[in-house]
Nanobody, 126 residues
Framework: QVQLLESGGGLVQAGGSLRLSCAAS????????PAWFRQAPGKEREFVAA????????HYADSVKGRFHIGRDNAKNTLNLQMDNLKPEDTAVYYC???????????????????WGQGTQVTVSS
């Protein structure tokens, strides 16, 4: 059974940084398509960042490019998201996500995700 457990959320002032981690069990991340999504109150869940099987190629939503950095630790089987220069509009629940279908190299839509973590709250104050 695949389980994803996020940690690292919290409250930070605008311009600050946070680092999210996602510990995976039941599935090796380097053979999957891991990603981060987020959902703000009253809004749909949206794609944030993803990393390909190679562990080298990454993808980002335009709203976070240059500020967020996704990484994967193969030894620990964890997925990380370093978030710098945070803005109030980054406030949301952040979800670790995993796609395992061969037809989906990078899950950028919620319907392309097969497994979700429980989410971790990130709040950025102005």
């Amino acid at each position: 059974q695949v389980q994803l457990l996020e940690s690292g959320g919290g409250l930070v002032q605008a311009g600050g940084s946070l680092r999210l981690s996602c510990a995976a069990s039941g599935r090796t991340l380097r053979t999957s398509a891991p990603a981060w999504f987020r959902q703000a109150p009253g809004k749909e869940r949206e794609f944030v960042a993803a990393i390909r099987y190679s562990g080298v190629t990454t993808h980002y939503a335009d709203s976070v490019k240059g500020r967020f950095h996704i990484g994967r630790d193969n030894a620990k089987n964890t997925l990380n998201l370093q978030m710098d220069n945070l803005k109030p509009e980054d406030t949301a629940v952040y979800y670790c996500a995993l796609g395992v279908r061969e037809t989906v190299a990078v899950p950028t839509s919620p319907n392309e995700v097969d497994y979700w973590g429980q989410g971790t709250q990130v709040t950025v104050s102005s």
